[in-house]
T-cell receptor
Framework: GESVGLHLPTLSVQEGDNSIINCAYSNSASDYFIWYKQESGKGPQFIIDIRSNMDKRQGQRVTVLLNKTVKHLSLQIAATQPGDSAVYFCAETDRGSTLGRLYFGRGTQLTVWP | DAGVIQSPRHEVTEMGQEVTLRCKPISGHDYLFWYRQTMMRGLELLIYFNNNVPIDDSGMPEDRFSAKMPNASFSTLKIQPSEPRDSAVYFC???????????FGQGTRLTVV
């Protein structure tokens, strides 16, 4: 499958600051992207998704930005809280191919300190 | 709903033994996914089912791995014989709409010694 990678394996931020987690993908045919959060000892949890016909989508305290020109995806977390500490994964797929085959990046460990 | 339920949470077995991992998806979900997570390879999709039918098993590493879904509320992933390189966390996930918002279980941490 196509590779999905992350620029930063670890990110440490102070509580209250904004966090930005980046992700690069290589498959230009990818048209659907998801961010997951995985806390220690738990399975990945859906955060937010975005389709390729959009360049920005906002959720509660989170914003995903998509730049198809450079095949780059980012997750912005506003006012980061200790509970945001986790590994964050981006995942991508080409919905024109086999439905269900998501390709995950390696993940970024976000640590929030008081 | 209790979410996706996997059992056991932890499994330690000797090389060559058969291992069976179990999953109960969220009621009403028609997609079920099995993933494997390792430090080296990250999260990999092994196989997924739609309405109990295997759709894509191209991620299954080799013939030692098999998965079944005899009904809408139960699936198994079997490894026979197990090898140390199978050590990983295995996740089951289910979804109502295929890709979107798949709900993951807590995972089974498998250690093959």
């Amino acid at each position: 499958g196509e590779s999905v990678g992350l620029h930063l394996p670890t990110l440490s931020v102070q509580e209250g600051d904004n966090s930005i987690i980046n992700c690069a993908y290589s498959n230009s045919a990818s048209d659907y992207f998801i961010w997951y959060k995985q806390e220690s000892g738990k399975g990945p949890q859906f955060i937010i998704d975005i389709r390729s016909n959009m360049d920005k989508r906002q959720g509660q305290r989170v914003t995903v930005l998509l730049n198809k020109t450079v095949k780059h995806l980012s997750l912005q977390i506003a006012a980061t809280q200790p509970g945001d500490s986790a590994v964050y994964f981006c995942a991508e797929t080409d919905r024109g191919s086999t439905l269900g085959r998501l390709y995950f990046g390696r993940g970024t460990q976000l640590t929030v300190w008081p | 709903d209790a979410g996706v339920i996997q059992s056991p949470r932890h499994e330690v077995t000797e090389m060559g033994q058969e291992v069976t991992l179990r999953c109960k998806p969220i009621s009403g979900h028609d997609y079920l996914f099995w993933y494997r997570q390792t430090m080296m390879r990250g999260l990999e999709l092994l196989i997924y089912f739609n309405n109990n039918v295997p759709i894509d098993d191209s991620g299954m590493p080799e013939d030692r791995f098999s998965a079944k879904m005899p009904n809408a509320s139960f699936s198994t992933l079997k490894i026979q014989p197990s090898e140390p390189r199978d050590s990983a966390v295995y996740f089951c996930a289910s979804s109502l709409r295929g890709l979107a918002e798949a709900f993951f279980g807590q995972g089974t941490r498998l250690t093959v010694v």
